[in-house]
């Protein structure tokens, strides 16, 4: 499908194409999920060759980022669905050329829809392509800090949830598993997270560079180092949030580990408290014809006597030193 995107008015007005020509004054066009004839229609209407989407998932910086024909290609990795249980990354590709934007990608980033809806209420006559990349890039950037800080919220609510057992009743193997859970979905996010800013470094950074084909004003260069700085931030945050995940994840192991080791003393206690009336038990339990006690008319409550005292001497010795 392919939307043209046309300043008319001070608003910026969308302009599906399904069979027609691209309208000429078109500054924007959204090539989504493009079929060939889509790739072919967008390259007559700006003479350039659009990458498919094998080419668009080359990891190579110089496959990603380059200038071509006086237009300048630049393709950057955005997490979606950040906020459903199957978040991906995308690969989505912007192409500046002769001051128009065309982008594209398959799936449906939040950054534009929101970018076409409030430059669709108000923009300038005078807007151009390099103008509507600069704000899709901002809401990517915005989108980004969304994400980062939600998961910063759930990973403090994670902390919390592991450290503080005042008053807790859940099942603690449910619990310990519930919260790997979540700490690997977390991790998972921060990782595409981590992999969308470095991605969108790069583009800023070759964005930003004086190479050929560079038409950005000097208000738009001062957007791009602006928003270089929120990315190394917002890099620097993610970093924190993963160490911090990795920290939580080697805690509630080492919960897990304590609550295995207590149920390993429950045993080991045990065994030493029932050691000595089993040895009592089992020495009487010989049958020997001649041993003193069998003609004892107190014989067996005495066995029975001491067999509880030699159970109850080692827990009260136990609990007196403290290991229990």
């Not at 924007?28 to 999920?33: A, E, F, K, P, T």
């Not at 939580?248 to 080791?261: F, K």
Request: charged content about 20%; glycine content about 8%.
């Amino acid at each position: 499908m392919i939307i043209a995107y046309l300043a008319r008015q001070g608003s910026l007005e969308a302009v599906p194409v399904v069979d027609g020509a691209i309208p000429e004054a078109a500054i924007w066009i959204d090539l989504v999920s493009p079929t060939e004839e889509d790739d072919a229609r967008a390259e007559v209407f700006a003479g350039i060759s659009v990458p498919t989407r094998e080419e668009m998932g080359e990891i190579e910086q110089s496959s990603r980022l380059y200038v071509e024909g006086g237009a300048r290609y630049m393709t950057a990795t955005i997490l979606c669905g950040a906020d459903t249980e199957t978040p991906v990354m995308l690969a989505v590709t912007y192409i500046l050329t002769r001051g128009r934007l065309i982008t594209v990608r398959y799936g449906e980033p939040r950054a534009f829809p929101s970018v076409a809806t409030r430059l669709g209420k108000s923009c300038p006559d005078t807007l151009k392509g390099e103008d509507v990349l600069i704000e899709l890039l901002e809401a990517v950037v915005d989108r980004s800090a969304d994400v980062l800080e939600q998961i910063g919220a759930d990973v403090e609510r994670i902390s919390r949830r592991i450290f503080d057992r005042s008053g807790s009743r859940e099942n603690a193997n449910q619990r310990y598993r519930a919260i790997l859970s979540h700490i690997g979905r977390k991790e998972g996010l921060v990782s595409y997270a981590r992999e969308s800013l470095a991605s969108l470094q790069r583009l800023i950074s070759f964005l930003g560079a004086d190479t050929d084909g560079s038409t950005i004003a000097k208000d738009g260069k001062a957007n791009i180092k602006s928003m270089s700085r929120d990315v190394a931030g917002l890099s620097d945050y993610a970093n924190f949030l993963g160490d911090k995940l990795q920290f939580l994840l080697d805690a509630t192991i080492g919960m897990v580990s304590l609550e295995q080791n207590n149920i390993i003393k429950i045993f080991a206690v045990l065994s030493v408290v029932l050691m000595p009336p089993t040895l009592i038990a089992s020495i009487y339990g010989m049958n020997f014809q001649h041993m003193p006690e069998l003609n004892w008319t107190y014989a067996y409550p005495a066995a029975l006597v001491a067999m509880v005292i030699s159970g109850i001497l080692p827990y009260v010795f136990f609990k007196w030193r403290g290991w229990l």
